[in-house]
């Protein structure tokens, strides 16, 4: 079984865009928070999420990623539910979100980089950002215009929270763990 450090080194070495290594260690937070929300094994959830990206740098195309990562990782033995979730992350794949982790997967990966998007332009960033605020900002079209909406919304639909407990979620995963995110404190 790989652990989480051995993940992280991967992810890394394949991984140089700061960016990019952020935002997957954002979403392996988020998926950690879900994990012992829902009563699950945290550190798998935390792989699926550091790793659900990690081919998007070199293989950004729709035609290989998240495929390129997925064969690497089912040539080391990962558990095929961590391969489903991180295959049914992106729509276009047509992989059904059966799991609850794969749920979970879809239902944080844009939705972290949304409200980091919101922080990032508060005076207090994270600190005292709420869900209210992050729907607000939603409805603003021209605010990380490239997010899109629907997404954002299904995700929560799919794991069965309402909009604003999910955000709430997401923001708390994300503001217990912004040292380790490197987010600086504000305020």
């Known amino acids: 079984m790989m ?24 979403v392996e937070v988020a998926m950690g928070h879900y994990a012992r929300f829902f009563g699950e094994e945290e550190t798998s959830w935390r792989i699926v ?3 659900h990206d ?11 990623h998240p495929y390129v990562a997925v064969a690497y ?3 080391l033995g ?4 961590w391969l489903e979730a991180i295959l049914g992350h992106a729509d276009y794949t ?8 794969a749920r979970a997967l879809y239902a944080v990966d844009e939705m972290t980089g949304f ?11 994270l600190e005292d950002l709420e869900p209210r605020s992050v729907i607000k900002k939603m409805k603003d079209r021209a605010f990380a215009a490239a997010v899109n909406r629907d997404d ?7 794991l069965g929270l309402p909009l604003e407990e999910h955000i709430g979620h997401v923001i708390t995963a994300l503001r217990d763990e912004a040292d380790y995110l490197g987010l600086e404190r504000k305020g």
């Open 152 to 158: 954002l919304r299904r995700g929560a639909e799919e």
């Open 54 to 64: 990690m081919d998007y740098e070199r293989h950004p195309s729709p035609e290989e």
């Open 78 to 81: 990962v558990p095929e539910p």
């Open 115 to 125: 409200v980091l998007a919101c922080a990032y332009v508060r005076p207090r960033g």
């Open 94 to 101: 047509g992989v059904a979100r059966r799991s609850r982790m």
């Open 49 to 51: 999420g550091l790793l």
């Open 73 to 75: 990782l089912r040539s």
């Open 3 to 26: 652990t989480l450090a051995e993940a992280r080194t991967l992810m890394e070495s394949w991984t140089q865009a700061e960016h990019l290594r952020r935002h997957m260690r954002a």
